[in-house]
């Protein structure tokens, strides 16, 4: 499938954006267990202190992005979870700025320097989680696991989702910074060899890394692997598939086959934390969309609101209508613009009223008239008309039996639904329902 | 400034097109076909297509009412089902039995199940049924095309009456019994594709058909697996009689360009309601009616089987639909 790519910011270098006067850093920016504060209201913290303690194996510390007074610990809204706990630092005038990379990397970067253990160490310290999306904590990946040898790190370069290009800028600018990270995370995962998977749509990005990688030393086992122009073809499971052929089992996740995949920007903060100690306060966001007066790439404090962020990119216009953290496939529709930024945000995306609404007719769901399109473009092969009117009867079984909970969430058949029928929606409603009824989830 | 903020699940864009735009492709890949059959029956086949349409489109917003539904007419499914309903009537039929045929396609047919998408039957064919079962008199009898001479002797098969037996099916059911020779009735298979025989309105033309079908398939409004599945199946059954016995049996090909089969593969048995939704259903859907009407024309009593074949596969579709679950690009176990 190919949704038009809209890459808007394709060619905006990426900016340093100033600290703003609040930031609210959310205590569980990752999937697993949500961290617990380490400073209270009134409290002095500084540029990198960490602020919240990681609870248990999966899970990850934050870290204060900027110098100032702890205003408050309260509830803040969250992209994913909808409400979640948040330190709330008022950021002083004179507060450090964390500067974009100075390029310290070069080709002679020699990631055996770090042990293994060093780097996972690092890596688990940073608070660094899988900055694609879902923001998996990245040191859980790079942990040994006997039962199954590592064979390959994927290097996600695809960048699939229409409009965001934070990642295509990194790779392009911060070549030696990335190509690092990839080299400390491959030597912390033991991973024997490494492949970089990039979109053909951005052939400068594959020329640059791989004649950047030619010149770099020790990087023999890395190869650049150009793959065809499709969405989502950056999905975790596609992307393995595309890249070394194995498919992730139904239910499974890409270490039971021996696969480690990192996202470029992860890859990129993995290099800073390892070498410079810094945890991971700051993130590539692309601001983007039609409804932005200045849209581009920009370097910005994690915890800054969606608001300051609109205020530094000179405002939304007239027919501003929608706010996505994400792209416009698979990013989440936010309603509050106090809504922080957290490690996994790569990007917000303003839609206009014109791109959200179709025709007027058309806007209506209508009858599924079982035309076939989303088991055509369904990249794991499922019949998402089938779950998702079972998910509306409430046949949560019967949704199971069409393998409801291999849906990947990309968007693609509710994107090509001649009827309107937000079958995406449904079927991610029918998770959460099944979760519950599983009692995994709390009502 | 934002003074409203939209929520909503994601994707928060999709492409744009509609069910109405399906149907309007359907529509206009259905134009060849229409004009051929004015060509060639002229007036009483201009006024079938109007009043099946028409009525159609007045049943459904009917219905709508009725139901307090809102309205549906719009997206245009219900002309195509009147055209489709149309086209596979005889020229010479009553425009107030095409009437009976449209309401009974759209409110029984259609609307009684819960209007589109839910019905179990193709309607246009459960409307033709219908009308089969009621006005068998006027629904056998075939006018020749306005643009040849009725009485040339090669439309006259043994002893038949050129007006009523004058469609390539009738004579090659009239082979099978002896009656005729299936070797003259092969010699109709240029005729049959530029649609200069009798038959029903739109089944005639078979280049008409095929130009709007490659439309169809360009347009990608169908996929190629049904189509392919009905004709191949059906050329290879009809040959298996063929090259049994020539003398009694007509060519495949005919098989494939007279009748409604090209109708059939390309516009009735692709309709996505009544028929599976997986590929390989779509394929055991396409292989079980291409061999049916072939079965229906040769071994049954009706010299066109299309109608009953499409129907008897549709009702088999929620069973195909079962057997061909999707099995998940990472395999059948889940967690």
Not at chain 1, 159 to 187: H, S
């Amino acid at each position: 499938m190919h949704p038009p790519e809209n890459k808007l910011t394709e060619d905006s270098q990426i900016q340093q954006m100033p600290n703003p006067k609040l930031v609210s850093v959310l205590l569980g920016q990752h999937i697993g267990a949500v961290c617990s504060s380490m400073v209270q209201k009134k409290d002095k913290v500084q540029f990198g202190q960490q602020i919240g303690q990681a609870e248990g194996f999966v899970s990850a510390p934050v870290h204060s992005p900027v110098d100032g007074v702890v205003r408050d610990i309260a509830l803040q809204s969250h992209p994913v979870l909808g409400r979640e706990m948040a330190v709330i630092i008022d950021v002083d005038a004179e507060s450090s700025i964390k500067p974009l990379p100075n390029g310290q990397f070069t080709a002679d970067f020699d990631e055996t320097a770090f042990s293994d253990k060093q780097i996972r160490d690092a890596v688990r310290q940073a608070g660094i989680v899988g900055m694609g999306g879902a923001g998996f904590p990245t040191q859980v990946k790079l942990e040994p696991n006997p039962q199954t040898p590592k064979e390959v790190l994927i290097i996600n370069g695809c960048e699939c989702e229409p409009f965001i290009t934070g990642d295509y800028r990194m790779m392009m600018e911060w070549t030696y910074q990335v190509i690092a990270g990839i080299k400390l995370a491959c030597r912390g995962a033991g991973c024997p060899t490494v492949r970089i998977g990039i979109e053909e749509n951005k052939p400068e990005a594959i020329a640059r890394m791989a004649e950047l990688l030619k010149q770099c030393s020790g990087a023999g086992n890395m190869e650049v692997v150009p793959l065809k122009t499709k969405y989502p073809q950056g999905g975790e499971r596609q992307l393995i598939k595309a890249v070394w052929g194995k498919q992730v089992p139904t239910g499974g996740i890409p270490p039971m086959i021996g696969v480690v995949v990192l996202n470029v920007a992860t890859c990129a903060a993995i290099a800073d934390a390892v070498v410079n100690n810094a945890p991971l306060t700051h993130r590539v966001v692309t601001v983007t969309g039609g409804a932005i007066a200045n849209p581009g790439n920009y370097y910005v404090p994690i915890g800054t609101s969606v608001q300051d962020l609109i205020d530094h990119c000179g405002g939304l216009t007239e027919n501003a209508a929608k706010v996505v953290m994400g792209g416009p496939m698979m990013g989440l529709a936010i309603a509050d613009l106090s809504t922080p930024i957290t490690k996994a945000s790569g990007a917000i995306t303003f839609l206009t009223e014109e791109t959200i609404t179709k025709a007027k007719y058309e806007r209506r769901q209508t009858a599924c008239i079982r035309c076939g399109r989303c088991l055509t473009v369904c990249p794991e092969h499922l019949n998402a008309t089938r779950i998702a009117h079972a998910v509306k009867s409430d046949l949560l079984d019967v949704a199971q039996n069409y393998h409801m909970t291999a849906c990947i969430e990309c968007g693609c058949c509710s994107y090509i639904c001649p009827a309107n029928i937000e079958l995406t929606g449904y079927i991610k409603t029918g998770k959460i329902l099944l979760a519950r009824a599983k009692k995994r989830m709390p009502k | 400034m934002l003074s409203k903020i939209t929520v909503s699940p994601s994707p928060h864009i999709s492409k744009a097109y509609s069910t109405r735009g399906i149907m309007l492709d359907v529509i206009i890949a259905l134009v060849p076909a229409m004009v051929m059959a004015c060509w060639y029956f002229r007036a009483p086949a201009i006024i079938l297509i109007v009043t099946c349409a028409v009525s159609c489109a007045a049943t459904e917003w009917l219905c709508n009412l009725i139901r307090r539904k809102p309205d549906s007419v719009n997206d245009l499914s219900a002309v195509v089902t009147g055209i489709i309903l149309a086209l596979s009537l005889p020229p010479n039929l009553p425009a107030w039995v095409a009437v009976i045929g449209s309401a009974f396609a759209i409110a029984i047919g259609k609307m009684v199940f819960g209007g589109l998408g839910a019905n179990v039957f193709n309607p246009a064919m459960a409307s033709r049924a219908f009308l089969t079962a009621s006005f068998g008199m006027l629904m056998t009898t075939w006018t020749v095309p306005a643009t040849i001479d009725a009485t040339m002797p090669v439309l006259s098969p043994a002893g038949a009456d050129a007006i009523t037996q004058a469609t390539p099916l009738n004579w090659s059911k009239q082979a099978i019994k002896g009656k005729a020779d299936a070797a003259v009735v092969n010699e109709q298979l240029m005729a049959t594709v530029t649609g200069s025989v009798g038959g029903c309105l739109g089944e005639t033309s078979a280049i008409a058909l095929l130009l709007g079908g490659a439309y169809l398939l360009f347009r990608r409004t169908i996929s190629f697996h049904i189509p392919v599945a009905v004709l191949v199946s059906a050329f290879v059954f009809a040959a298996i009689w063929y090259f049994a016995d020539p003398t009694a049996y007509v060519s495949p090909i005919l098989h494939i360009t007279g009748g409604g089969m090209l109708m059939c593969a390309l516009f009735i048995a692709t309709d996505p309601v009544t028929a599976p939704l997986p590929v390989k259903g779509m394929w055991i859907f396409g292989i079980g009616v291409g061999m049916l009407v072939v079965l229906i024309r040769i071994v049954g009593e009706y010299p066109e089987g299309v109608m009953y074949a499409v129907l008897i596969m549709n009702a088999l579709t929620p069973l195909i639909d079962r057997f061909c679950k999707l099995v998940p690009a990472g395999g059948k176990t889940h967690g």
